[in-house]
Nanobody
Framework: QVQLVESGGGLVQAGGSLRLSCAAS????????MGWYRQVPGKQRELVAT???????NYAASVKGRFTISRDNAKNTVYLQMNSLKPEDTAVYYC?????????????????WGQGTQVTVSS
């Protein structure tokens, strides 16, 4: 019923910047929290940043001051501006959203993940 599609990953040198986007589509009534997580092989997926529908933000200590999360509610899209990138930021980045969607005559709540986008930072 709901799909999240990420874009904007790629290869960048240390100190560079990237901007990730994640667009939600489907039978959406509203979106509460949206966020970005990342995962490297052999490790658990970790929180990078989250943002509520009221634009309250939360960041992992490792990215605070370098990354900025924002959202465009009219477009059901969340962004992650990543500056001063470090090799340790290399990971697959996943978008996540808490969505209230239409299902027949009802509203239902669901948590959804995107397919992931690779970010590689070279030293």
């Amino acid at each position: 019923q709901v799909q999240l599609v990420e874009s904007g990953g790629g290869l960048v040198q240390a100190g560079g910047s990237l901007r990730l986007s994640c667009a939600a589509s489907g039978s959406i009534f509203s979106i509460n929290a949206m966020g970005w997580y990342r995962q490297v092989p052999g490790k658990q997926r970790e929180l990078v940043a989250t943002i509520t529908d009221g634009s309250h933000t939360n960041y992992a200590a490792s990215v605070k001051g370098r990354f900025t999360i924002s959202r465009d509610n009219a477009k059901n899209t969340v962004y992650l501006q990543m500056n001063s990138l470090k090799p340790e930021d290399t990971a697959v980045y996943y978008c996540n959203a808490d969505v209230k969607y239409y299902s027949g005559s009802y509203y239902r709540d669901g948590n959804y993940w995107g397919q992931g986008t690779q970010v590689t930072v070279s030293s």
